[in-house]
T-cell receptor, first 113, second 111 residues
């Protein structure tokens, strides 16, 4: 296992379309996190799973956003009816249950035109 | 006011110099402190992870946490051009859950 992977790496979509991103965590990690990062800013927390349970959601995660982690393995983040303000880097991280060392994937860069 | 403040830089140093980075924070509940390195258009890479106050050293990197002053630092010795990146501090209140990040400091190491 070489780390957290994300797919796609870059997505360009038109305003109003739906998009879905996938994250595969480090295989033995129980916890999975989604963050969003805009230019010149640090990552902002969106949501967090322990196994398949979604334990926390940020107020940033509007009704247009939904995340799932079926069977506690990979996770998907869907954005419905995309807006230009959704353009950002979407980062996934995972950690072991013993600590909070979060390891990040390469990110999915979303551009909404 | 943001919970975590970090000077955006850029911080330019000559090769071989010591790079000194810091963050201040306002939430006294933070107990876990991390430093990440991020190259342009890449995901953050975990460099240092510390719990509570004290120092931690790993190779050329030293992390310091002063909870009484709500201040954390990262020092990079013998800096190399490959250290040129954005450095992010991050903090958490528990051994699980969300991290609060600073905005990042851009570092440029010139040959």
């Amino acid at each position: 296992d070489t780390g957290v992977s994300q797919d796609p790496r870059h997505k360009i979509t038109k305003r109003g379309q739906n998009v879905t991103f996938r994250c595969d965590p480090i295989s033995e990690h129980n916890r999975l996190y989604w963050y969003r990062q805009t230019l010149g800013q640090g990552p902002e927390f969106l949501t967090y799973f322990q196994n398949e349970a979604q334990l926390e959601k940020s107020r940033l995660l509007s009704d247009r956003f939904s995340a799932e982690r079926p069977k506690g393995s990979f996770s998907t983040l869907e954005i419905q009816r995309t807006e230009q303000g959704d353009s950002a880097m979407y980062l996934c991280a995972s950690s072991d249950i013993r600590d909070n060392e979060q390891y990040f994937g390469p990110g999915t860069r979303l551009t909404v035109t | 006011q943001k919970e975590v403040e970090q000077d955006p830089g850029p911080l330019s140093v000559p090769e071989g110099a010591i790079v000194s980075l810091n963050c201040t924070y306002s939430n006294s509940a933070f107990q876990y402190f991390m430093w990440y390195r991020q190259y342009s258009r890449k995901g953050p890479e975990l460099l240092m992870y510390t719990y509570s106050s004290g120092n931690k050293e790993d190779g050329r990197f030293t992390a310091q946490v002063d909870k009484s002053s709500k201040y954390i630092s990262l020092f990079i010795r013998d800096s190399q051009p490959s250290d040129s990146a954005t450095y992010l501090c991050a903090m958490g209140t528990d051994s699980w859950g969300k991290l609060q990040f600073g905005a990042g400091t851009q570092v440029v190491v010139t040959p």
